[in-house]
């Protein structure tokens, strides 16, 4: 009798501890129930206001659902790592290029370690590291461990950059995790503006300025390339004369585009703004530029009186004057002479300095301020600026300069950033999951509860109660460790239900067999759950080893599965045989129960 | 009420039967396999999908041809959701893209019936082959685990056989999906990450049967003579054979109702599920304990059974 006190005690503070762990999820339902009754807004806000507290805290603690069922966005980024070690290295020769071609072309297909695969590429070519990387004096292990150190740096900054622009942009609860040696993933739920997302999360806001050369370089280099240009695609397209005679149809427009060359002009019409930059990343186009200099676009067109839409070209010297790492404040405002937004920076000490002397030895002169390799704005230098201050216009919208802020506050990426894998569902589809998920459950229990009552009779009521309670344990324990309750979840918990009352129905197989033995129904009971106890257990055990490596192979949803799987199996455990047993011993004695409640 | 109570079933002496047909089974799930193939899903190929949904009802074709003439290569498909379709496309980095084409598309070709992009999924090709990598080395694992685990609870040659019959039950199920892949749109059957889970759980639960049975053996071969195995074989699987199939029986309760009600991204893994419980169980009676005592006779030496009472 005092082992069965503990037992009920047991079972008594499990419930307790399950039902307060879901306390703030009934809490915060009722809450919204509330809210959304009351019938005028200003009630509502008022209601609010009154109990803002006690909603955070119910929010906070009640169980969360997953991106599936409330909406939202899972992303998968990728770090360029390539580009990264790109950066670093030097003496860049064919051989270089051709190994790093190689190499992205094997990274492409699978997840594995970029360094490594770029150390293996070497070693098949039989150079050493150190002839691109550091030190020549560095042995092949020292290198990789460095690029090793450089990329897991790497990766641990985007991951900062990327949590800074997502906290400042305002989303809740986002999940940010770094996953193997260069993905991200990334869990936003709730976002109803994917495409600004997108674009906010990929920026690398690399932030330059960068020297203008004067008009008549930039004129003369441009006649340079149209003439080499038309002379050599003259050359390239005769074979495609054959063509000459057809109309231009949607079809050709690409043998079109490359068999005829159209000259370069100071400023591009909108049409031919993709055209114009397909053609100043040509490596051919590049080397007709004059040493240390690189042609770029303008980010936003300038309209002309006729409403027609220009973009200008600029040719500007390579390597920058000052770079965006500089930046420690920036706020998007509109401007003062006109409504065009704008985006206002301030410097630390170090730039504040370099800023005042550039621009003192350049009045009079354009310094073109680019951002990710367009121009945004190309002010003259009217006097030297002592105080750090700049600003980027030619901003479209009041939007984009805000989030240029967020960008730019938050430091640039080290390396390009990709996404490479992008789940976004619809709130709608969402409430249809949910509704979908709780009639799995309703019929489940149904189903199951009602079999084994049919079954096994009274003692199949006591299997039910004990799945009542592993229920109430599994979505406890997921509200408890705050892990989100996703479909793939609900699926686990609907499987669950039907794998949880095996045990019972192993004991229960079992008790029958001993009663036609002819045995007392106690000494019956005893030997069954006794009897019956090491292929539950070892059933359980498996299906337990089987969701675990689930967990630890799977992503995303199907680890949710795999999570209440594991949780509702072990549960189980206690539930189909504790809980269930102490139900005999207690009701053994009585008239309550006799050889026939088992079927 | 008692179901299959104190049967009498010669299972082993009918086992060569069952060996024929588990064969049969698996080898035609292998000619499928090597003559259709698998129809992945864009979590193992890459690719991106759009599921759409409108406001009345619409015609396949007649979107079809709006989404072609908008220039999306692309496959639309009917989707297992009340007025809804599948977009099937290669993969985009960006989706907005795609998410405004297939919207302004929509909008302006049938101006009557509002539409609403209710998901959107892509994934990139590198991704999907390092997920196939890592559900195999899940499988292998959960094998490995499960080898090891029933060879330490029973012995080799117990474990070796369950470790067989998951095989059996795992590559029936892969040969179904791979015989009616593709073959209905309410239910495309593709290989995607939750077919994996159900692999793996059907892996986890075929082996729970399986112990069952050797549990009652390992019961009873005590101290008998190797003469009386088929004898203690058969009437082992006899007396198990109630709780086998109602422990099966509840859990196939819980799937069909997975299958009916979870929708159409749960479909799929409900399937699997069904026809792996399904066949597990089969394999359970017919194939582990009577690939044991084959085995068994082959190597002459009695069985010496761990944790025998």
């Given amino acids: 009798m005092k082992q069965n006190r503990v037992k009920?005690?047991?079972?008594?503070?499990?419930?307790?501890?399950?039902?307060?762990?879901?306390?703030?999820?009934?809490?915060?339902?009722?809450?919204?129930?509330?809210?959304?009754?009351?019938?005028?807004?200003?009630?509502?806000?008022?209601?609010?206001?009154?109990?803002?507290?006690?909603?955070?805290?119910?929010?906070?603690?009640?169980?969360?659902?997953?991106?599936?069922?409330?909406?939202?966005?899972?992303?998968?980024?990728?770090?360029?790592?390539?580009?990264?070690?790109?950066?670093?290295?030097?003496?860049?020769d064919e051989r270089f290029y051709r190994i790093m071609a190689n190499v992205k072309s094997r990274s492409a297909n699978s997840g594995a370690n970029v360094v490594d695969l770029l150390a293996s590429e070497f070693r098949k070519e039989n150079v050493r590291l150190s002839r691109y990387f550091y030190d020549i004096r560095n042995s092949d292990r020292e290198i990789v461990d460095k690029l090793n150190k450089e990329a897991q740096d790497a990766l641990s900054r985007a991951k900062e950059v990327i949590r800074n622009r997502i906290d400042q942009y305002g989303v809740a609860e986002p999940v940010i995790q770094a996953q193997g040696t260069r993905r991200l993933i990334i869990e936003l739920s709730g976002v109803t503006d994917e495409a600004r997302v997108r674009k906010l999360l990929k920026g690398t806001a690399k932030l330059e300025f960068k020297l203008l050369k004067d008009r008549e370089t930039l004129l003369r280099t441009l006649d340079r390339i149209n003439t080499t240009l038309s002379q050599s695609d003259a050359a390239g397209a005769a074979p495609d004369s054959a063509f000459a005679g057809m109309p231009p149809t949607g079809a050709d427009s690409l043998v079109q585009k490359s068999a005829s060359f159209r000259p370069l002009f100071e400023v591009a019409d909108e049409y031919s703004r993709d055209y114009v930059a397909s053609l100043l990343a040509r490596e051919d186009v590049r080397a007709l530029l004059p040493q240390d200099t690189e042609l770029l676009l303008s980010a936003k067109p300038d309209e002309n009186v006729k409403g027609e839409k220009f973009y200008s070209l600029f040719l500007v010297k390579k390597s920058p004057e000052l770079t965006g790492g500089v930046i420690t404040e920036a706020k998007a405002t509109f401007g003062s002479q006109n409504v065009q937004p704008e985006?206002?920076?301030?410097?630390?000490?170090?730039?504040?300095?370099?800023?005042?002397?550039?621009?003192?030895?350049?009045?009079?002169?354009?310094?073109?301020?680019?951002?990710?390799?367009?121009?945004?704005?190309?002010?003259?230098?009217?006097?030297?600026?002592?105080?750090?201050?700049?600003?980027?216009?030619?901003?479209?919208?009041?939007?984009?300069?805000?989030?240029?802020?967020?960008?730019?506050?938050?430091?640039?990426?080290?390396?390009?950033?990709?996404?490479?894998?992008?789940?976004?569902?619809?709130?709608?589809?969402?409430?249809?999951?949910?509704?979908?998920?709780?009639?799995?459950?309703?019929?489940?229990?149904?189903?199951?509860?009602?079999?084994?009552?049919?079954?096994?009779?009274?003692?199949?009521?006591?299997?039910?109660?004990?799945l009542v309670l592993n229920i109430l344990i599994v979505i406890s324990v997921l509200a408890g460790f705050s892990a989100a309750l996703t479909l793939p979840g609900i699926a686990g918990i609907v499987l669950t239900m039907g794998m949880a009352v095996d045990a019972n129905v192993l004991i229960y197989e079992r008790i029958r067999e001993e009663l036609d033995e002819g045995k007392q129904l106690k000494l019956a009971v005893d030997t069954g759950y006794k009897k019956a106890f090491s292929s539950i257990f070892d059933s359980h055990v498996t299906t337990l080893s089987a969701a675990f490596l689930l967990y630890v192979y799977g992503i995303g949803p199907i680890q949710g599965f795999a999570v209440t799987l594991m949780i509702g199996t072990a549960a189980s455990l206690f539930t189909a045989i504790v809980v269930t047993r102490l139900i005999f011993d207690l009701l053994l004695g009585t008239s309550f129960m006799n050889e026939k409640s088992f079927g | 009420?008692?179901?299959?109570?104190?049967?009498?079933?010669?299972?082993?002496?009918?086992?060569?039967?069952?060996?024929?047909?588990?064969?049969?089974?698996?080898?035609?799930?292998?000619?499928?396999?090597?003559?259709?193939?698998?129809?992945?899903?864009?979590?193992?190929?890459?690719?991106?999908?759009?599921v759409i949904r409108f406001e009345k009802n619409a015609d396949v074709g007649r979107v079809r041809s709006i989404i072609n003439d908008a220039g999306l290569q692309g496959v639309i498909k009917q989707y297992g959701l009340a007025r809804s379709f599948l977009l099937r496309t290669d993969f985009q980095g960006e989706t907005s893209t795609l998410k405004s084409l297939v919207s302004g598309s929509l909008r302006d070709g049938l101006p009557g019936n509002p539409h609403e992009i209710v998901s959107i999924q892509a994934v990139g090709p590198s991704i999907a082959s390092d997920l196939k990598w890592s559900a195999m080395k899940a499988l292998l694992a959960a094998l490995a685990a499960i080898l090891l685990y029933v060879g330490i609870r029973f012995e080799i040659k117990f474990a070796t056989a369950g470790v067989i019959a998951i095989f059996h039950d795992v590559l029936t199920v892969l040969g179904?999906?791979?015989?009616?892949?593709?073959?209905?749109?309410?239910?495309?059957?593709?290989?995607?990450?939750?077919?994996?889970?159900?692999?793996?759980?059907?892996?986890?639960?075929?082996?729970?049967?399986?112990?069952?049975?050797?549990?009652?053996?390992?019961?009873?071969?005590?101290?008998?003579?190797?003469?009386?195995?088929?004898?203690?074989?058969?009437?082992?699987?006899?007396?198990?054979?109630?709780?086998?199939?109602?422990?099966?029986?509840?859990?196939?309760?819980?799937?069909?109702?997975?299958?009916?009600?979870?929708?159409?991204?749960?479909?799929?893994?409900?399937?699997?599920?069904?026809?792996?419980?399904?066949?597990?169980?089969?394999?359970?009676i017919f194939v582990a304990a009577p690939i044991v005592l084959d085995w068994q006779r082959r190597s002459k030496a009695p069985i010496k059974l761990r944790g025998a009472a």
């Fill in chain 2, 1 to 50: 009420m008692r179901i299959l109570h104190a049967t009498s079933f010669n299972f082993i002496k009918h086992r060569k039967i069952a060996y024929g047909i588990s064969l049969l089974l698996l080898v035609s799930g292998m000619i499928s396999l090597a003559v259709r193939g698998l129809n992945y899903g864009i979590d193992f190929k890459g690719g991106s999908e759009v």
């Fill in chain 1, 8 to 92: 009920i005690l047991l079972i008594v503070v499990i419930t307790i501890v399950s039902v307060w762990s879901l306390y703030p999820t009934y809490r915060d339902y009722a809450l919204t129930k509330k809210i959304e009754s009351l019938a005028s807004s200003r009630d509502s806000l008022q209601f609010l206001l009154d109990h803002r507290n006690e909603i955070e805290q119910a929010r906070e603690k009640s169980l969360k659902l997953g991106l599936d069922l409330k909406g939202g966005m899972h992303l998968v980024m990728e770090v360029d790592l390539l580009d990264l070690i790109d950066q670093k290295a030097w003496n860049k």
């Fill in chain 1, 343 to 466: 985006v206002l920076m301030e410097m630390n000490s170090e730039g504040t300095a370099k800023w005042a002397r550039i621009t003192g030895a350049n009045i009079g002169k354009r310094i073109a301020i680019v951002l990710d390799g367009v121009v945004y704005s190309a002010p003259v230098v009217q006097s030297k600026i002592p105080n750090g201050n700049s600003v980027i216009n030619g901003i479209s919208s009041l939007e984009e300069a805000k989030d240029l802020e967020i960008i730019l506050k938050a430091g640039a990426l080290p390396a390009p950033v990709r996404i490479i894998e992008e789940r976004t569902v619809g709130p709608s589809l969402g409430s249809d999951y949910i509704r979908a998920g709780m009639l799995s459950i309703i019929w489940g229990f149904t189903a199951v509860a009602l079999f084994m009552i049919v079954y096994y009779h009274k003692a199949g009521i006591a299997a039910d109660l004990a």
């Fill in chain 2, 176 to 284: 179904l999906f791979s015989l009616l892949g593709g073959v209905s749109d309410f239910m495309p059957l593709e290989i995607d990450q939750s077919i994996i889970a159900a692999f793996l759980t059907i892996a986890g639960y075929s082996i729970t049967d399986t112990v069952v049975v050797y549990d009652r053996i390992r019961e009873r071969i005590k101290g008998q003579r190797p003469s009386d195995y088929e004898k203690i074989f058969n009437e082992s699987i006899n007396q198990t054979l109630s709780r086998t199939v109602i422990t099966s029986g509840t859990l196939l309760l819980a799937i069909i109702v997975l299958f009916i009600f979870a929708g159409p991204a749960i479909r799929g893994f409900a399937f699997a599920m069904f026809f792996g419980v399904l066949v597990g169980t089969y394999s359970s």
